[in-house]
């Protein structure tokens, strides 16, 4: 990646801001925030790797329950399958490269592409593939949408675009520690933790 002049300034600024005398009262300089070559830096570094916040398990209570999410450039559809299990699937057929969900949230048995008409299920699995019946070089049983990496903690539902990334859970060990008043006072489902 070539960067710019802005952004190279940017990277000695900021690699220097530890070494600072008083680096706790220092803020971003102005541009940290608009320039186009770091924040390709923070997605290549921090965004394509870490667990990102995506919502909550009770905006999909239900098996079939499902909304659409785009990390970075990736499309998603998260959907609460009909085994109880919520997974992060890509939101593009595996056929010609159409969204499945095209509304923001819903509540389905079964996703229909609206190009080609093939049918997956909430797990992912390809149910039907109209028109291939007759093609010998396709395998309906091995066409699956692709899933990442879905974590639940507290409630809160955070997806991962990194195979190789630690789990989440363990990294938020403290922050039972510290929600533990909180969440035995309640069940979680009675936690309003954003209005």
């Known amino acids: ?4 002049a802005v952004t190279d300034r940017l990277l000695d600024t900021l690699a220097a801001y530890p070494g600072t005398e008083d680096a706790a009262s220092l803020t971003l300089p102005p541009e940290a925030y608009t320039d186009p070559g770091l924040y390709e830096i923070e997605k290549e570094t921090i965004f394509k790797h870490e667990w990102l916040l ?3 398990a009770n905006d999909i209570p239900d098996p079939g329950d499902w909304f659409t999410f785009q990390v970075l450039d ?3 559809l998260i959907v609460r399958g ?5 997974r992060a699937l890509s939101n593009i057929c595996r056929h010609r490269y159409m969204p499945i969900a095209l509304d923001e949230k819903g509540l389905a048995k079964r996703f229909v592409c609206a190009y080609h008409g093939w049918v997956y299920g909430t797990d992912g699995r390809l149910v039907a593939a109209p028109l291939m019946e007759g093609s010998l070089a396709f395998e309906k049983e091995s066409c699956k949408l692709p899933e990442h990496r879905l974590e639940v903690w507290q409630g809160f539902i955070f997806v991962n675009l990194d195979d190789n ?3 989440l859970a363990p990294q938020l060990h403290e922050a039972d520690a510290m929600l533990e008043n909180c969440l ?3 069940p979680l489902g009675q936690i309003e933790w954003f209005s």
């Open 82 to 86: 009909t085994d109880g299990e919520i």
């Open 165 to 167: 990334t630690p789990p």
């Open 184 to 186: 035995t006072s309640a």
């Open 74 to 76: 990736e499309p998603l």
């Open 1 to 4: 990646m070539t960067l710019s």
């Open 54 to 56: 995506i919502g909550r």
